[in-house]
């Protein structure tokens, strides 16, 4: 009677597994071959200089990509989660980091509490292009603009999707029927996406005279966005490589005190 209660169950467990196997084929020819829209391109690599344990953070290029948001993605994108105080980590001095935010307007209250616009501070946050969602659909025919404070972490590929997506705007196939006001992008999923193309060559005039092609542009803003996301990233990648040496000759203490605590008992 166990063995077959034994038997039963693993019976079921294999089924469990291999049924989700078995109907995936068919599943995923049904997305592909029976309409569905179609996979989106692979992924550029742009050989970023933070990749790996001791990459870290090229702040020229991440000062540029804050020049692009600066001058093209803040039109219709946020930076819910920053102060502009947190530029500061990128190289730019307190005086700079003051006229910079200087350059908007945010809503507060007088002496007598009534509503007036001021020139913002270091410790207020980025500015919102729109009030609200609502104004932000209608203002751009339905869709949504994402925050950009995390969103080289929340989409497969991180950085590398923001570096593709930039460069992946292109005429469609004849054989594609487009949605009404979509662009056609090779690296976007479905390959429609509602954003026009919003870089370009020469879009960006750098203050440092950097070159100014679309993958350079594309390159800088995601090595900004990368950086908006996890701003601690080098300091975390230093901290790491201090406590690998640390530990590595506290092993070897570890392994010698063993030794000679055993070697006794015997």
Not at 27 to 38: R, S, V
Not at 71 to 97: K, P, W
Not at 143 to 159: E, F, T, V
Request: hydrophobic content about 40%; aromatic content about 10%.
């Amino acid at each position: 009677m166990k063995l077959r209660l034994v038997l039963g169950a693993a019976m079921l467990a294999l089924g469990a597994v291999a049924l989700p196997l078995l109907l995936l084929p068919a599943a995923h020819a049904q997305d592909e071959g029976a309409g569905g829209p179609p996979p989106p391109d692979p992924l550029l690599d742009a050989k970023f200089s933070f990749r790996g344990p001791f990459g870290t953070l090229d702040k020229a290029a991440a000062q540029r990509g804050l020049q692009i948001y600066k001058e093209v993605c803040s039109n219709c994108h946020g930076l819910y989660e920053m102060s502009y105080r947190n530029i500061a980590a990128l190289g730019f001095t307190e005086d700079q980091v003051k006229a910079f935010a200087a350059e908007y307007q945010v809503d507060d209250f007088n002496d007598k509490g009534e509503p007036v616009k001021r020139k913002a501070l270091p410790s207020d946050r980025f500015v919102r292009p729109f009030a609200n969602e609502a104004a932000a659909r209608e203002a751009m025919n339905g869709a949504y603009p994402p925050d950009l404070a995390l969103i080289a972490k929340s989409r497969k590929g991180g950085p590398d999707y923001v570096y593709s997506l930039m460069q992946g705007y292109a005429d469609p196939p004849a054989s594609m029927k487009m949605g009404d006001g979509l662009n056609y992008n090779k690296f976007f999923p479905g390959r429609q996406i509602a954003m026009p193309q919003p870089l370009t060559d020469g879009a960006v005039t750098f203050t440092d005279g950097s070159p100014n092609t679309l993958a350079d542009e594309a390159k800088d803003v995601a090595t900004f966005l990368e950086w908006a996301a996890e701003p601690e990233a080098d300091e975390r990648k230093q901290l790491g490589t201090w406590v690998i040496l640390f530990l590595i000759p506290l092993t070897g203490l570890l392994y010698a005190l063993k030794v000679s605590v055993w070697s006794k008992l015997h």
